[in-house]
């Protein structure tokens, strides 16, 4: 049942092909192109584009914390045993990025690809460690849905145009939402994020913001006293009125420097590396929690309403 008009030529070559390697007939159902993705965004991606033609593995559970996912035998197989992998690349996964290497099929590194909001190769940065989350920045996550389709594209030639397609919508999409960042975030009254883990640095870099996290680009449980210090004086001294902390991680450093900068708020933001239970329940998915997170960081910067 195929869905594309191809030349008679190209469907008996098919079937040579398919023959050959031993895939069945021409015109029996095919199986769907076995798809292992890293974490939430990554399967997200896949999942729009290859649509009905895929089935995606997302080999980080819900709720788990993907940066040190440790993965179970059952995932390992799904992951050995896709036809395709993706995953972010440049150790963001280390586990993960190393049991793929055991892949007999191809697997496709994200991060190497993509170009930041100067133009730089996001794998090129070196100072503290390699920022994975090229997610929140609508911009880079419409490059690595390009990545995505064209990882589906050589793994399964035959669907290249319904992945090229599903890929231009979402794209759509994605310039979409880039635009409404970009509107939200102008004119606001403060350009500072104070975050828990610094999950945000492509999208203020992108919208002209600045964000200081009490950990770097990995969460880390057990904040520097000092670090906690100069981010509640660096609080006061902008006027900052919010202290972000995500669902994953121990809501207490939060609290704690939101209360030594003088009683500010504290705000959830999603780093959207895995979805909670919660969200999973509330059917959220990549936009919803992208537009969510964006009504935050506009109200905690004191940004004109929305028109
Ligand atoms: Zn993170």
New binding site residues.
Partial sequence: MRRRRVPLVALLIAAAVGSTLGAGPAGAARSKLSVAAAFYPVAFAAQRVGGARVDVTNLTPVGAEP?DLELDSDQLDRLLDAKVAFVLGSDFQPAVESAADRRDGPTVELLPELVDARGKKVADEGEGGLD??VWLDPVLMSQLVGEVERGLAAADPRDSATYEKNAQALQDQLAALDARYRARLTGCARNLLVTS?E?FGYVASRYGLRQEGVAG???DPEPDPKRLGELAQLARDHGVTTVFTEEAVSPRVAQTLARDAGGLETEVLS?L?SLTTKERAAKAGYFTLMNANLDKIANALGCPPRS
């Fill in positions: 940066h994975p989350h883990h999950a680009i990995s969460p780093p590396e």
